[in-house]
């Protein structure tokens, strides 16, 4: 008696673990397991169904990107690194240890990144491709449908942008502005304020007419602006068109990935099996 309880024992906890770990869903043949959702669950903080949906769209956004035969060089991965660990001002070894520290390891990283790529290329190409560019009519009309949206008071700015790799050379051309300074680029700017980031609005806001700002380190390089004038210029819809346009393009970006998604569920074979 004393043998088989151990054996019992070993069999309900054995059982117990497949259960765990068993197919939930089959998704075009590849499988969800109900602890990818369990841990999807407790990552995201999210129900059960929110889970299932999200993982299932990883499925078959996995099979489109297969069937599409788009495909990821390791340069173009590596490239990629390069530029992150640049725009976050540490080398790629410093990236590894960060990583490692928040316990995913290097090549899980670059695997994962690998599969982001493919997504955003397979999204450049077989969905934005399917947007067209609206008529000036066609973003009048939504600027008037959705006035409340862009109701802040647009200010033009007039601005010239000076631009360098070196910040030596951008400090040079900032002391002496009517010199040119090689490696030193200008750029007239005729801008409003709506159709810039919060950040660079708060900083032309406070630097003074015939000033420059700040000299700000980019992923592009060093970049200061000199503020020729604020205020003034166009209102309504012609102030905040580029505005108005980008607002229109994220809309119908994510309409055109919501329908892309609801046609690849109509078509695809999912199986429920232990949900």
Avoid: C
């Avoid at 390791?74 to 640049?86: E, L, M, Y």
């Avoid at 209102?235 to 892309?260: P, T």
Wanted: a positive charge; aromatic letters at 6%; glycine letters at 4%.
């Amino acid at each position: 008696m004393k043998k088989i309880l151990p054996l019992l024992l070993f069999a309900v906890i054995s059982s117990h673990a497949q259960l765990l770990d068993a197919v939930a869903i089959d998704v075009e043949g590849q499988a969800i397991t109900t602890l990818e959702i369990q841990l999807l669950q407790k990552k995201r903080n999210v129900s059960k169904k929110a889970a299932v949906e999200a993982l299932i769209r990883d499925r078959l956004e996995k099979a489109a990107i297969e069937n599409a035969g788009i495909t990821i060089d390791d340069n173009a991965v590596q490239n990629k690194i390069s530029a992150i660990a640049a725009s976050k001002h540490i080398s790629k070894a410093e990236m590894r240890t960060i990583l490692q520290g928040q316990g995913l390891s290097w090549n899980d990283y670059v695997e994962q990144l690998k599969v982001s790529m493919k997504k955003e290329r397979f999204f450049q190409e077989h969905i934005l491709a399917t947007i067209t560019q609206p008529s000036n009519s066609e973003l009048e009309a939504y600027y008037n449908n959705h006035r409340n949206a862009f109701s802040s008071a647009p200010t033009q700015m007039s601005l010239v942008a000076y631009k360098s790799n070196s910040a030596k050379s951008l400090k040079q051309a900032m002391e002496n502005p009517m010199q040119p300074v090689s490696g030193v680029t200008k750029e007239n700017l005729l801008i409003s304020s709506n159709e810039m980031s919060p950040a660079l609005l708060n900083l032309i806001n406070q630097t003074q007419n015939n000033a420059f700002t700040p000299a700000v380190n980019t992923q592009q390089g060093f970049v200061a602006y000199f503020v020729k004038s604020k205020g003034g210029g166009q209102s309504g819809f012609a102030a905040v068109k580029n505005a108005v346009l980008n607002q229109w393009m994220q809309e119908q970006r994510a309409q055109a990935s919501k329908d892309f998604l609801n046609k690849l569920k109509s078509n695809a074979k999912i199986r429920p099996i232990h949900l």
